[in-house]
């Protein structure tokens, strides 16, 4: 079994910043790839970025130059280090792991930014 455990949501103003961290327990393989997930009231989950095992990354459009995904391999965990923060970037934030032909989710933080 996996889990995966979430921390770092919160309230912040825009133009803020916040730090997700997710740490993953169980039976985690090498080969991997780890990913933060958001949903907004109303809308669909959409995929906010992503990091290999071997640190090859990707990000929505939406958030270039403002999110950096990062992890350390030794402590299964990554992080996603959110800055110049908007309202529209307000969503449930949920961590996933990609391993095989299984995917794993965290049970989501909450970042809400006011205007």
């Known amino acids: 079994q996996v889990q995966l455990v979430e921390s770092g949501g919160g309230l912040v103003q825009a133009g803020g910043s916040l730090r997700l961290s997710c740490a993953a327990s169980g039976s985690i393989f090498r080969i991997n790839v780890m990913a933060w997930y958001r949903q907004a009231p109303g809308k669909q989950r959409e995929l906010v970025a992503g990091?290999?095992?071997?640190?090859?990354?990707n990000y929505a459009d939406s958030v270039k130059g403002r999110f950096t995904i990062s992890r350390d391999n030794a402590k299964n965990t990554v992080y996603l280090q959110m800055n110049s923060l908007k309202p529209e970037d307000t969503a449930v934030y949920y961590c996933?792991?990609?391993?095989?032909?299984?995917?794993?989710w965290g049970q989501g933080t909450q970042v809400t930014v006011s205007s």
């Open positions: 996933n792991l990609g391993q095989g032909a299984y995917h794993h």
């Open positions: 990091i290999t095992n071997v640190g090859t990354t």
